[in-house]
């Protein structure tokens, strides 16, 4: 992770900072999460599941998927996860 030298005394100092924590290209290919995939369900998934991702408003669609299939009977459990040291670690 990027050291923190010195103070961010300005907003320019402080997206440089933000900007050189992650020096190399994200790798944006979902190969290595369906390999991990593969291994963990061989024989695919014994459950559904809705994958919310995005920037803004996963809380409130959650909200909303989970009243929907409340309201229809059907059991439903949520996952969300929070920042776990940093909030460039969320999972």
């Known amino acids: 992770m990027g050291r923190l030298e010195g103070t961010l005394e300005t ?10 924590l992650h020096t190399k290209e994200i790798d ?9 995939y593969q291994k963990l369900f061989p024989q695919g998934m014994p459950f559904k599941v809705i994958t919310v991702a ?6 409130s669609t959650i909200a909303f998927i989970d009243n929907i299939y409340q309201q229809a009977n059907i059991k ?8 776990i040291l940093r909030y460039t670690s969320a999972l």
């Open 11 to 20: 907003l320019d100092d402080w997206l440089s900072y933000q900007e050189n």
């Open 28 to 36: 944006l290919g979902l190969e290595r999460v369906q390999k991990i």
């Open 54 to 59: 995005g920037t803004n408003g996963k809380g």
């Open 76 to 83: 439903v459990a949520k996952f969300t996860s929070p920042h």
